[in-house]
């Protein structure tokens, strides 16, 4: 898988943020409502924010590298978009949470307006927990292309 994210370095013109995101951590029995740390390209209200996942992710030595992939979730007449972050590793810890699945999974919400990461708020948390037990299926079948869900 492609990995398409941008890194910002830190500096004095790059303002860093935190932003709500979902953890479905293997460390822990239950899904937590975590703040990611986030930098932003330039100092601008409608900046785009680039989420840093090591800042949440865990076991960096075993596992460096964070996939991530974007989802479209269509409720009704609504349409929201994810950014799911996560490792994949054979050495791993099971995920408690994630039927047959190793490592850690975060969810963050991209907004409509702006195409970056947003604050998640309580409807995204339903969401979250309907994507995340619908990937579990794709990713332990190695189909991560997977980009569009109806929400009933």
């Known amino acids: 898988m492609v990995n398409t994210r941008i890194y910002i370095l830190p500096s004095s013109s790059s303002p860093e943020l935190r932003l709500r995101c979902r953890l479905y951590s293997a460390s822990y029995c239950r ?23 090591e800042s949440v992710l ?16 269509h409720e009704g007449r609504r349409t929201y978009h994810y950014c799911i972050f996560f490792k994949r590793h054979c050495r791993l810890r099971a995920n408690a949470m994630l039927d047959k699945f190793q490592g850690d999974v975060v969810i963050m919400k991209i907004g409509t307006r702006v195409l970056s990461v947003v604050n998640m708020c309580a409807r995204d948390i339903a969401i979250a927990n309907y994507i995340v037990s619908r990937l579990v299926d794709f990713f332990c079948h190695g189909y991560l292309q997977l980009t569009t869900m109806t929400y009933s």
């Open 31 to 53: 899904p937590q409502q975590v703040a990611m740390l986030t930098r932003c390209a330039n100092i601008s209200r409608n900046a785009t924010h680039y989420p840093v996942a």
């Open 58 to 73: 865990q076991d960096a030595a075993l596992q460096p590298y964070v996939h991530n992939c974007q989802i479209t979730v």
